[in-house]
């Protein structure tokens, strides 16, 4: 497909485990977000990478929460040490920088449930 | 920083008819762009419409329109001839250029429900 890809759609841990959240971007776009969403609540800024490199991290939560985009593409969320109140969708868009204004298209998202 | 209200929480329009969902925001940025999502139930976030701050006229995209008022700090998402297909919830964004990087601030949405 076209779209931004995420998986798995649905992940299920217990408490103190490590988890992956994989994003695929659209093809061609530089530019790729992770978002967390809570129940009943808009999205909340993670991370943003502009190619390989994280230009913006200052809204992950703590040590626990890192990212990774090695080839400029395919993105990598890891949570270490999971705890209950990590549980919620993770959202990942991608965009395309030198387009305006800059919009950025989600993927389905990853629910993870820290039991 | 930005900061979006969305006051709210559901509402509730008949098929055919227009309604209006209600966005202000506040922000230092003096160029700033405002977006509109809808999100199924299925989860996945679908870009609607965009206004940016210094576009002299209101944003169309089919049945979706953005009442934009510089001055009242608002992005009103007008959606005309509603449709069944158009209950989800909606979230209003904005992008500060200058001060926010590429971040999107989000409300917390309003649920729109289509009455048949």
């Known amino acids: 497909g076209a779209g931004v890809s995420q998986t798995p759609s649905n992940k299920v841990t217990e408490k103190g485990k490590y988890v992956e959240l994989r994003c695929d971007p659209i093809?061609?776009?530089?530019?790729l977000y992770w978002y967390r969403q809570s129940l009943g609540q808009g999205p909340e800024f993670l991370i943003y990478?502009?190619?390989?490199?994280?230009?913006?991290d200052s809204g992950l939560p703590n040590d626990r929460f890192f990212a990774v985009r090695p080839e400029g593409s395919v993105s990598t969320l890891k949570i270490q040490r999971t705890e209950r109140g990590d549980s919620a969708v993770y959202l990942c868009?991608?965009?395309?920088?030198?387009?305006?204004?800059?919009?950025?298209?989600f993927g389905p998202g990853t629910r993870l449930l820290v039991l | 920083a930005q900061k979006i209200t969305q006051t709210q929480p559901g509402m509730f329009v008949q098929e055919k008819e227009a309604v209006t969902l209600d966005c202000t925001y506040d922000?230092?940025?003096?160029?700033?762009?405002l977006f509109w999502y809808k999100q199924p139930s299925s989860g996945e976030m679908i870009f609607l419409i965009y206004?940016?701050?210094?576009?002299?006229q209101n944003a169309t995209e089919g049945r979706y329109s953005l009442n934009f008022q510089k001055a009242r700090k608002s992005a009103n998402l007008v959606i005309s001839a509603s449709q069944l297909g158009d209950s989800a919830m909606y979230f209003c964004?904005?992008?500060?250029?200058?001060?926010?990087?590429?971040?999107?601030?989000f409300g917390e949405g309003t649920q729109l429900t289509v009455n048949p």
């Open positions: 093809s061609g776009h530089t530019a």
């Open positions: 922000t230092s940025d003096p160029s700033y762009g």
């Open positions: 868009a991608s965009s395309d920088p030198g387009l305006a204004p800059g919009t950025q298209y």
């Open positions: 990478f502009q190619g390989t490199g994280a230009a913006d």
């Open positions: 964004a904005m992008r500060g250029w200058e001060t926010s990087g590429s971040r999107l601030t």
């Open positions: 206004q940016g701050s210094y576009d002299q």
